[in-house]
């Protein structure tokens, strides 16, 4: 039987264990049928085959996003969208179009803004005051973990001088007690319990969003990091039509202000899930904030303006017991468990209750993972490999932009600044690496993603010394991160994830080697399939006839 599909012409990287090159791909139902050379292929193509002419580019597996938002942040863009915005003096300029431009909104809601454009990462609320005409208003900051809010969102949350910082959160406040702008952590939903409720409609549309981004950037499979019961919804929805042209692996949102008694509900909520390309098999913990407001739970306390050392170690989430109680429930049930831990100590802590767990629940192929994992110490860098936890990180972020530079390094012990994204560290000890965007706080491009693991500094090459060069990885392993072993994370890598025959043509196709260039920002996504159906093709791509 012909081949529905056959590329050639080009080099085809398959990720497969021996990392080997081949020349041409046949796919027959949704599947990669036969890997070779052009010619060793040729004989199974037919009349009704479709050729594609990969003109000297290269195949790669479809690129799988082991770390992000996709509904919520395709939300987010569909709101006040300051991602794409530099400064505060511009952002408050598009958060003022945007108050203009949508009156019949009852909250000015979106995000994007970044902490190092700020005072001390934080900005007031007189300057969102002074563009929102009166209506409450929350922008998140773009890594989640900050809020900002203008003087009527504090009215109308009650929050005033006497209000305590909750578990797990706080109110960054004037001289006088009173909320100054920014709220962190579990403050954030002292707010947010006030804000509208997305409704269905909101969160398929943002899915939408997401998929037309991720498909156009190659990317056929995702993890969504914080899935609650309308996320899971919206994608079960898309899943029953047909629309769910990636495969998602959600993971469920733990609620930190209740106990074990929602295990249950989440036990629930796995079985709905899970319909086509939906899985919903992980439960999300976070264990500590980031380190640019001083939330990332650290071994050595953190240091002042002047370079002393503080009282501050971070912000934990739960109580240590709690969280190991909860940890080893999930793991028990039988559920992957996805932690977010930055700080050393976190890491480290994280460690030690997901090893409690295996020795209450007895060892299984739990492929539990960490997310971030910024700071990890030295002893703790063998502890992955013989847990079996993935490190989940994400390489954009291991460079000396402001967010290093400036709100990190200045206010850290050295030891620990010399561990920053110990991403080379991590696979020589031999852990597994897999990488996550974790979009929208940055970019999903894995083209980016991968430059930066190389370099180790601006992918579009702008003059920054590498950060910490010792950590930086091959080309071979970047891919690998951002394929094979992303599958695996996702319970995916037995069907996806590198190109051999039997597996599903989740494929992407680039216009030229990346083996060849100087980085891989230089070449671009020209057509992406997800079981040989195409999802998203450059306009001038001629080379499928």
């Known amino acids: 039987m012909s081949a529905d599909l056959l590329f050639t012409n080009g080099v085809v990287h398959t990720v497969d264990a021996s990392r080997s090159v081949a020349g041409a791909v046949a796919v027959q139902g949704g599947r990669i049928t036969a890997v070779g050379s052009a010619s060793q292929l040729a004989s199974l193509g037919g009349p009704g085959t479709r050729v594609v002419d990969l003109q000297g580019g290269m195949l790669l597996p479809g690129f799988q996003d082991a770390h992000a938002h996709p509904c919520g942040g395709g939300m987010e863009m569909l709101q006040c969208a300051l991602f794409d915005v530099a400064g505060a003096e511009a952002q408050a300029v598009v958060i003022a179009e945007y108050a203009t ?22 900005p007031t609320r007189e300057a969102l005051d002074a563009v929102t005409d009166g209506r409450p208003a929350l922008l998140l900051n ?14 109308l ?17 004037q001289a006088d007690g009173s909320p100054a702008g920014a709220l962190h952590e579990a403050a954030i939903g002292l707010i947010q319990e006030h804000l509208p409720r997305p409704t269905q409609a909101q969160r398929v549309a943002g899915i939408r969003y997401a998929l037309a981004e991720y498909h156009r950037l190659g990317i056929t499979a995702w993890q969504d990091a914080n899935a609650y019961p309308g996320t899971v919804e919206a994608y079960a929805e898309l899943a029953r039509s047909g629309e769910l042209t990636a495969r998602v692996h959600a993971n469920l949102g733990w609620d930190a202000e209740r106990g074990e008694e929602q295990l249950a509900e989440l036990i629930e909520l796995r079985e709905r899930g899970r319909i086509g390309r939906l899985t919903c098999d992980a439960v999300k913990f976070f264990h500590d904030g980031v380190v640019e407001v001083g939330t990332a739970c650290m071994l050595e306390p953190y240091l002042d303006d ?8 971070g912000l934990d989430q739960y109580e240590r017991a709690a969280l190991a109680a909860y940890v080893a429930a999930c ?3 039988g559920f992957q468990v996805h932690i977010h831990a930055i700080g050393d100590r976190a890491v480290r802590e994280c460690l030690d209750h997901l090893e409690a767990a295996v020795r209450a629940n007895g060892v299984r192929d739990a492929r539990h993972h960490l997310a971030h994992v910024q700071f990890v110490h030295a002893d703790d860098l063998p502890r992955f490999r013989q847990l079996g936890v993935i490190a989940n990180m994400t390489p ?22 010399a561990t920053m994204y110990p991403i080379g560290s991590l696979l020589r000890s031999g852990a597994q690496v897999a990488f996550g965007s974790d979009w929208t706080v940055s970019t999903q491009d894995p083209l980016q993603q991968l430059a ?11 003059a920054e010394e590498p950060l910490l060069p010792e950590e930086r990885i091959g080309l071979g392993d970047a891919i690998a991160a951002h394929t094979i072993t992303a599958a695996h994370v996702g319970f995916l890598d037995d069907s996806t994830g590198s190109i051999e025959a039997g597996k599903l043509a989740d494929l992407v196709v680039l216009d030229r080697d990346l083996f060849g260039l100087e980085s891989p920002v230089e070449a671009k996504v020209l057509m992406t399939l997800v079981e040989g159906e195409v999802v998203y093709a450059d306009p001038g791509f001629e080379g499928a006839a």
């Open 142 to 155: 773009r890594d989640a973990h900050t809020g900002w809010a203008n003087s009527r969102a504090f009215e």
């Open 331 to 333: 793991d028990a049930a």
């Open 101 to 122: 431009e949508h009156p019949d909104r009852e909250w000015i809601e979106g995000g994007g803004w970044s902490s190092a454009e700020y005072p001390h990462g934080c």
């Open 306 to 313: 002047e370079g002393r050392p503080t009282e501050n170690t």
């Open 157 to 173: 949350a009650g929050i005033t001088a006497d209000t305590p910082d909750p578990d797990g959160g706080r109110i960054e406040r």
């Open 452 to 462: 930066t693991a190389v370099k180790r500094r601006d992918p579009h090459g702008e």
């Open 396 to 417: 954009l972020w291991a460079r000396a932009e402001e967010y290093v530079t400036e709100l990190t390094i200045p206010f850290i012990s050295a030891r620990a600044a």
